[in-house]
């Protein structure tokens, strides 16, 4: 009796190219967000609380919205987490890695949620503040961690693109340059 092939595993094997490209696209538009915000602050030379990026301008309340960040950080969380079983070798260790910095992320958002439902602040602060945020302003944490999430997560798919043949030989997914 054959066991019916699931969600997850057709997501990384017959799926797995399509899957990242709509992962890519979701995380190329939150990183442009947090890019347009910087060249308001620091280009533009908005003030922060106007500086919202592209969708923040007008719905004000994305910004200020600690679910809507905690929401993000969770489905960039749960997207590293679905798709890693397709990659292999060493495309699968920089997907790793992009995912362990991206659960520390989820866990300071998670914090930052806390915060915002009990009105009670890190630190004494006068509004939601992460672990890192003690150290970093925000904004510059924030593009920071949009960083050193994507940088691996980037290298993670161009090894995937052009597996070493040890590492094609076991991939199950069409998104080798050149696979069938």
Do not use: D
Request: aromatic share 10%.
């Amino acid at each position: 009796m054959s066991t019916p092939v699931t969600t997850r595993r057709q997501l990384n094997e017959r799926h797995h190219k399509a899957a990242l490209g709509v992962f890519l696209v979701i995380v190329l538009a939150h990183w442009a967000e947090h890019i347009v915000q910087a060249i308001q602050i620091y280009a533009l030379g908005w003030p922060i609380p106007e500086a919202r990026g592209v969708l923040g301008l007008p719905f004000p309340w994305l910004v200020t919205s600690e679910w809507m960040h905690y929401g993000y950080a969770l489905v960039m969380l749960v997207g590293l987490i679905l798709l890693r079983p397709g990659f292999t070798g060493r495309s699968r260790t920089w997907w790793t890695i992009a995912l362990a910095i991206q659960f520390w992320h989820h866990i300071e958002h998670l914090l930052l949620l806390l915060q915002a439902i009990t009105g009670t602040h890190l630190a004494g602060r006068p509004v939601p503040t992460s672990i890192i945020q003690l150290v970093i302003p925000r904004v510059e944490l924030h593009l920071f961690y949009n960083a050193v999430v994507f940088v691996p997560m980037v290298v993670a798919m161009l090894l995937h693109r052009r597996p070493r043949e040890a590492e094609r030989s076991v991939m199950r997914c069409g998104c080798a340059l050149g696979a069938a």
